[in-house]
């Protein structure tokens, strides 16, 4: 059984052999954002404190910073 099998048809003459064959696997982002010196970092902290998402009326700021929070050595 090959995973997405109609984009893989859908592509087979412009992707390598390689790609069409391989199994499915996933993919990580970095974990730029664990890391408080890093950009990133900053970037959604920032976005996640301030105040276009606490004038969101379906997003809870408070439980997100809360999570944000929890993130070992990084957030507090």
């Known amino acids: 059984m090959t995973e997405k099998h109609v984009l893989r048809e859908a592509v087979r003459d412009v992707i390598t052999n390689t790609v069409y064959k391989r199994q499915?696997?996933?993919?990580l982002s970095?974990?730029?954002t664990l890391n408080p010196t890093e950009k990133l970092s900053a970037l959604v902290n920032d976005t996640l404190r301030g105040p276009a998402l606490?004038?969101?009326p379906f997003f809870d700021q408070k439980?997100?910073?809360t999570l944000l929070a929890r993130q070992p050595a990084c957030y507090g």
């Open 54 to 56: 606490a004038s969101t």
């Open 30 to 32: 970095p974990p730029a």
């Open 63 to 65: 439980k997100g910073i």
């Open 24 to 27: 499915k696997h996933p993919f």
